[in-house]
RNA sequence: CGGGGUGUGGCGCAGUUGGCAGCGCGCGUCGUUCGGGACGACGAGGUCGGAAGUUCGAGUCUUCUCACCCCGACCA
């Protein structure tokens, strides 16, 4: 086979980059920093945002839209998220343009806005603006939120995916009228986002607390969840947090509990982006092309017919059309490539590229047997199955790709997972293989700095569901109740 | 913002001391092919990133400029 992309081995980011662009997933734009999603690439947004939405909704959450501006003094309403979002907002000062004298078009110096406004890099300052209006009383309360939008932050390096100037993405805002319900929600939603990363993303997570090097701008407290990716390296895919009353204060949005007393209410805020794109890509796929969990796929089945002549296709046309239906009848996305213009073995060769899971051919020795070649993605292994049955036969390879490659996934994780107990050994994984690396931490930021200076891996989160073990912190040997995950991070 | 690099058909690139702008892929037409990215023939497609300069002559030399990519510092 042609050789289309860089190997994982030989290059894992050029390998990465190559695969965004030839399975047609998302380009560079004319515009840097920021991308253009393709209709393949969006079709596995889309079906990840259908399955977030329900579980968003299923949790009681309705969907909302505020503005893409924000007035700048909003921003500067809550001390540390201004801190945090300064250095990467893109602000519109100017209403109007008009033709310059050279011919072409320049900004209306006269059109000058009163108030600049941001783009949001994230909506909590203009939707908790909005709240104060429409909460007064703890019947008003909880709040559940939610909006799908695009954010803008302004970037230095970027990549497809991983890290772009603008980017899509869902973001939840909650409003409580108790500190536990908030911190509740907050853990809920984290819960939420490690489901749908097991269960259709088909990738394992660690769900934990981020340190306060880590913490969002504005948060109590921050919680992530985050995978490991083939290199080595570990993707935060999701992050939730407990705002504590700090946008509550910021924003004045206050209620009267059932005792007639005044009080600020509790906050969360919870986020998935494009990113989860990136992960996806970079769980599953090998030096062929992408490999998708056949929940998320687009295209599910691709049906090749294999033929000489054009009344051999006709006949094929005839028995792919039964299959289709009988798949179709089963609930499973099918498409049958049937077209002229390409032959077999490019058409294989292409949706291997793609990550559709299962692929069948149907040429005149299936026809004169009754059979279907079907062919893994996953494996790469192919086998005659019966026409008899086949949705059946399908559904049942496609759950076992759902479940192997999460179980691959999994494994991958398991043995790149380390423990480390002096700080020499610790250097040693993380410069040597990487991966995730559970070690001891003194607790202080001070230590965490230290060893992100010297082996440019941080803390990935504090694991939610610790084995709790006395230990020592491998940089100061202070005492420490639990091991940490450490990695290099995306 | 520091360091490095690249701009030449749609994409990937070559272009020697300055002398007719090329190759591969892709694209179009026709024919033979079709169970793992087929082959042949013919054909279309370029203000060489932009501006100024040197020269009889600039893709090539000089100056300026713009854009993009890679490596760092910052980030989901």
Redesign the pocket.
């Known amino acids: ?2 050789k ?1 992309l860089t190997s994982r081995k030989e290059n894992y ?1 050029q390998w990465y ?1 190559d695969l965004v662009i ?1 399975a047609d997933l998302a380009e ?1 734009s004319a ?3 920021c991308m253009v999603i393709k209709p393949y690439g969006y079709a596995i947004w889309e079906k990840m945002q259908a399955v977030l939405d329900r579980m968003f909704k299923d949790t009681g959450h309705s969907n909302a839209y505020f503005p893409l501006f924000i007035p700048k003094s909003f921003l500067s309403r809550e001390a540390d998220h201004v801190e ?1 979002f300064a ?2 907002c893109a602000v519109v000062t100017h209403y109007r343009l008009k033709s310059s004298p050279s011919g072409g078009i320049e900004v209306d110096e006269t059109a000058k806005l009163e108030e600049e406004l941001v783009i949001r890099p994230t909506s909590e300052t203009i939707i908790w603006n909005t709240y104060k209006n429409w909460i007064q009383s703890y019947r008003d309360l909880p709040l559940l939120i939610n909006q799908w939008a695009n954010v803008v ?1 302004w ?5 497809l995916f ?4 603008e ?1 899509l993405w869902q973001e939840g805002h909650t409003a409580h009228a108790t500190r536990e319900e908030a911190m509740e929600e907050t853990i809920k939603m984290l819960g939420v986002y490690a489901d749908f990363a097991k269960e259709w993303m088909a990738m394992p997570v660690i769900k934990g607390v981020k340190t306060e090097n ?1 913490r ?2 504005g948060a109590v407290e921050t919680y ?1 969840i985050e995978a490991l990716m083939q290199d080595g390296k570990a993707l ?2 999701g ?1 939730s947090h407990f705002l504590g009353q700090n946008f509550a204060k910021a924003f004045d949005v206050t209620f009267l509990d059932k005792t007639g007393k005044l009080e600020h209410v509790w906050a969360s805020s919870w986020g998935v ?3 989860l794109m990136g992960a996806l890509i970079m769980a599953h796929s090998d030096d ?1 092309g992408l490999v998708l969990p056949p929940k998320l796929a687009p295209i599910q089945v691709v049906i090749v017919p ?4 054009t009344e051999e296709l006709a006949v094929i046309d005839e028995r792919v059309e039964v299959i289709r239906k009988s798949l179709i009848a089963s609930g499973i996305s099918v498409k049958y490539d049937n077209r ?1 213009t ?9 949706y ?2 793609k990550g559709v899971p299962l ?1 069948l ?7 004169e047997n009754r059979s279907v ?1 079907v ?1 893994r993605r996953d494996t ?1 292994e ?1 086998k005659i199955y019966p026409v008899e049955g086949i949705a059946d036969t399908v559904k049942a390879l496609l759950d076992e790709i759902q479940d192997g490659i999460y179980k691959k996934a999994l494994d991958f994780r398991d043995n790149n997972t380390f423990r480390a107990d002096s700080y020499e050994e610790f250097r040693e994984i993380i410069a040597s293989r990487g991966g995730f690396v559970l070690a001891h931490w003194d607790g202080t930021r001070e230590t965490e700095e230290k060893i992100n200076q010297e082996t ?1 891996a941080t803390i990935r989160c504090i694991p939610l569901d610790p084995v709790m073990e006395e230990g020592k912190c491998i940089v100061t040997g202070k005492p420490s109740p639990r091991r940490v995950y450490f990695a290099k ?2």
Request: overall charge positive.
């Open positions: 086979m042609a289309v980011s980059n030839k560079n515009v840097r920093g945090g250095k990467e932050r970037e230095m390096r970027t990549r991983l890290r772009t100037a980017f880590e969002f701008a992530s935060q895919s992050t982006s494009t990113r062929n294999i033929y000489k002549k002229d390409h032959k077999p073995g490019w058409k294989f060769a292409e291997e590229l692929r051919a149907i040429g005149p020795r299936d026809i070649e062919a790469l192919k440019k991070a995306y």
